[in-house]
């Protein structure tokens, strides 16, 4: 079982730079893929970025451009490096490790049942 732990949230002004952190502990694994997820107030979480066990990244197009996902292997540590920060980006953040993240959508891995949900780290962005 794999768990995670974020951290990181903060509140900044607008164009603002923050970094949040996923450690991941348990059965992990090279082959799980990793993901970052936000869920704002009143709306439905949603997948916001990717990290494939191939190394590649996808974002989602909201963030594309202006957030980074990385991971450092020696310490299991996952990265979401976030700049121009917009209100729109306010939300709790989520992180996942899984092996089912490297085949379903977001969508689809939203559904499952027992995704091992961290705590999550708040984000806040005023104008």
């Known amino acids: 079982q794999v768990q995670v732990v974020e951290s990181g949230g903060g509140s900044v002004q607008a164009g603002g730079s923050l970094r949040l952190s996923c450690a991941a502990s348990?059965?992990?694994?090279?082959?799980?893929?990793m993901g970052w997820f936000r869920q704002a107030p009143g709306k439905a979480r949603g997948g916001v970025a990717r990290?494939?066990?191939?190394?590649?990244?996808t974002y989602q197009s909201s963030v594309k451009g202006r957030f980074a996902t990385s991971k450092d292997n020696a310490k299991n540590i996952l990265y979401l490096q976030m700049n121009s920060l917009k209100p729109e980006d306010t939300a709790m953040y989520y992180c996942?490790?899984?092996?089912?993240?490297?085949?379903?959508?977001?969508?689809?891995?939203?559904?499952?049942?027992?995704?091992?949900w961290g705590q999550g780290t708040q984000v806040t962005v005023s104008s």
């Open positions: 990290l494939w066990s191939d190394g590649d990244t």
């Open positions: 348990g059965t992990t694994s090279s082959r799980y893929c």
């Open positions: 996942a490790a899984d092996i089912r993240l490297c085949s379903a959508t977001s969508d689809l891995y939203l559904q499952f049942p027992d995704v091992p």
